[in-house]
Each structure stands twice: as C-alpha cells, then as structure tokens.
C-alpha cells in the first residue's frame, strides 16, 4: 500500500463516528477544530434564526462539511445533525494536511468544493434585494442594542451572533452591514457599532 493509502487508511480506523438518526455532531457556536466527510448516510446543516430553525443545507456520501471552521478557525456557524443512519470521518488540521501532502488530488477537490461554495454564495446574494438584508440585519441590530446617549444605540456583537440572530449567512449579514456603514446609518469603531440616529436605522424597516 501507498504512502497516501496508508494515511487515508489510519484517518477511516481512528477518525470514523458512527451517529444515530437525529444525533448532533455539532452545535452552533462550538469551536471548529474538525472537518466531516460523510461516508455513509445524510446530514442536515441548521441554522437557528428568530423565526426559529432553518435547514441550510443537506449533505450526503462523499460530501463535507465543517471546513470553515477548520481552515478559518471559526465558530461553528449551524448545527449538524445525522438525518439517518450515518457514519463519517472526522479529521483534525494535522491529519488534513498530512493527508493533502501524501495525496494532493485530496487538496484540488478540497479547492474546488470551496470555489463551488463560495461561486453559489455570491449567486445567492445577487438574487437578494436591499430589503432582503437591511430588514434582517436591522432588527437584529436592536434586538442586541444597548441605548447610548439621547438617541444612540451601541452594538456589541460578533458577525457570527449578529448573522444567526439575522437568519442571514455571514456573508450574506457582512454585505448587509457593510451597506449600513456606507449609508452612514452604521458607525463601526473599537470593534463596536454604533447608531448614531436611531430612527435612522428603524426607517429600514419601514421602507418598501
């Protein structure tokens, strides 16, 4: 046996979980230390929004998941579930790039899940309409708003917190508040927005 064949080997002997229907694998929120490859069976993506949860995606054999978190070192953006019987393999950055230097064509289609990813992400927004993020984000802009002088607001919250709250993705939530800091509604210093005019913001929820 191969090198290569060798360490997909020992990755299938010690990394494999196997999840009952309905079992979590993950939350959101959690540390991402871990990318999933689903061998058999299906796995949902959730994501829990204020109008409550909301299935992002639904993976099967051969699919992945779970690499931003790995690659970016970010939170956990959705929870994942075993929708069915299911096993997959959970592979650690050590054991991921071991894995890409012994078998490179494991690292192309890493890549060109992501191209794919990343090209129906920016698909997504150019169908959404200004609406469709500024109302999101701005109700949840209050919803984590603390009052700051006559008629402020001070925003303390991470993209990833203010996104779930929006029901948003996090690029879908950035887009969206970036347009806010340009139309100057949005104020971002020290690592804190702030709304200068809070009627300012609440006037995006009653446009259209």
């Known amino acids: 046996m191969s090198a290569g064949g060798e360490t997909a080997a020992r990755a299938v002997n010690s990394y494999q979980r196997r999840l009952a229907p309905g079992e979590i694998i993950f939350d959101e929120g959690e540390p991402g230390?871990?990318?999933?490859?689903?061998?058999?069976?299906?796995?949902?993506?959730?994501?829990?929004?204020?109008?409550?949860?909301?299935?992002?995606?639904r993976l099967g054999a051969g699919d992945f998941f779970g690499e931003?978190?790995?690659?970016?070192?970010?939170h956990r953006t959705a929870r994942a579930v075993a929708v069915n019987?299911?096993?997959v393999i959970?592979?650690?950055?050590?054991?991921l790039e071991s894995m890409c230097l012994d078998q490179p064509a494991i690292?192309?289609?890493?890549?060109?899940?992501?191209?794919?990813?990343?090209?129906?992400?920016?698909?997504?927004?150019?169908?959404?309409?200004?609406?469709?993020?500024?109302r999101p984000i701005a109700r949840a802009l209050f919803r984590h708003a603390e009052a700051e002088g006559e008629n402020g607001l001070r925003i303390a919250v991470k993209l990833r917190t203010l996104a779930s709250s929006a029901g948003l993705s996090m690029l879908e939530a950035h887009r969206g508040l970036h347009q806010l800091l340009e139309?100057?509604?949005?104020?971002?210093?020290?690592?804190?927005?702030?709304?200068?005019?809070?009627?300012a913001l609440n006037a995006m929820l009653d446009s259209g």
Request: proline share 1%; aromatic share 2%.
């Open 90 to 95: 959970a592979l650690d950055r050590a054991t």
């Open 33 to 57: 230390d871990q990318l999933y490859v689903i061998q058999s069976g299906e796995v949902e993506l959730i994501r829990e929004t204020s109008q409550g949860q909301r299935v992002v995606a």
């Open 85 to 87: 019987a299911t096993r």
């Open 183 to 199: 139309q100057k509604i949005v104020r971002l210093g020290d690592d804190v927005l702030t709304v200068p005019d809070r009627e």
């Open 68 to 74: 931003l978190g790995l690659l970016a070192g970010a």
């Open 107 to 134: 690292a192309i289609r890493l890549i060109r899940v992501l191209v794919s990813r990343l090209i129906e992400a920016e698909r997504r927004l150019a169908l959404l309409g200004v609406d469709d993020l500024l």
